[in-house]
Nanobody, 126 residues
């Protein structure tokens, strides 16, 4: 069993930066692929970024490429999302997700993930 707790959200002006953290409990987290998703009001949850359990493979949705960076520290059981050059359209609740994976690959679909955090609000003002 893996439990995920996100932190680091908040209010920031357009062009600013935030770093989200996802702290995981459970001894198997180091073998879990992880991802970040977001959901804006009135919209469906969408994929943002993903990372393999080794950290060697990452994927991003096109709208955040070059601005967001996903990383992980398996010794600390934590996954990060560094968000730079934030835009008002990045405003959403951001969720961390994880799934145990035999293969060191990334997962891009929400229904591929087993474990989810409660979410952290990110608000970008114009």
């Amino acid at each position: 069993q893996v439990q995920l707790v996100e932190s680091g959200g908040g209010l920031v002006q357009a062009g600013g930066s935030l770093r989200l953290s996802c702290a995981a409990s459970g001894r198997t987290f180091s073998r879990c692929a992880a991802g970040w998703f977001r959901q804006a009001p009135g919209k469906e949850r969408e994929f943002v970024a993903a990372i393999s359990w080794t950290g060697g493979d990452t994927d991003y949705t096109d709208s955040v490429k070059g601005r967001f960076t996903i990383s992980r520290d398996n010794a600390e059981n934590t996954v990060y999302l560094q968000m730079n050059s934030l835009k008002p359209e990045d405003t959403a609740v951001y969720y961390c997700a994880a799934v145990w994976s035999l293969r060191a690959i990334t997962y891009l679909q929400a229904n591929e993930y087993r474990y989810w955090g409660q979410g952290t609000q990110v608000t970008v003002s114009s």
